[in-house]
């Protein structure tokens, strides 16, 4: 579905309205969809589709996981999550998983951006240099 100019503009202009102290809020995000499909305007089919392509990538830049070899020591975990809140600014939600084919060494993924330290990163960047 073409998204026309205007829906964009109202999209993004419901985005900014959902955002408390630059963070999204989740009670607006809901109240404002519920507001967008009471009233039915023009074209509020591909408002929604954007706002909702909108929402979707703030929450892919305010999440990040981390994936570690071994179990991942509770100082480690803070000091990351610290790095990376000063990093990426406030809100940001930290998963961390166990991955043993990493073999050691850490993965990070916030958003579109990806941090990789691992060994198995390293080797497979050797191989892909031959």
């Excluded at 981390?66 to 809100?91: D, F, H, I, K, Q």
């Excluded at 060494?105 to 892909?128: E, H, P």
């Amino acid at each position: 579905m073409k998204i026309s100019k205007q829906a964009r503009r109202d999209a993004k202009e419901l985005f900014r309205a959902c955002q408390v102290n630059g963070l999204l809020d989740e009670d607006r995000v809901r109240r404002a969809v519920h507001e967008v499909v009471a009233r039915k305007p023009r074209g509020y089919n591909a408002i929604l589709s954007h706002f909702e392509r909108l929402v979707r990538l703030d929450i892919d830049r305010r999440s990040a996981r981390v994936e570690n070899a071994v179990e991942t020591p509770p100082e480690l975990m803070a000091a990351l999550e610290a790095s990376l809140a000063r990093r990426y600014g406030p809100g940001l939600k930290t998963t961390f998983w166990i991955n043993p084919e990493l073999i050691g060494g850490l993965r990070v993924k916030v958003g579109s951006d990806l941090y990789d330290s691992s060994v198995l990163g390293r080797l497979n960047a050797l191989r892909d240099s031959f």
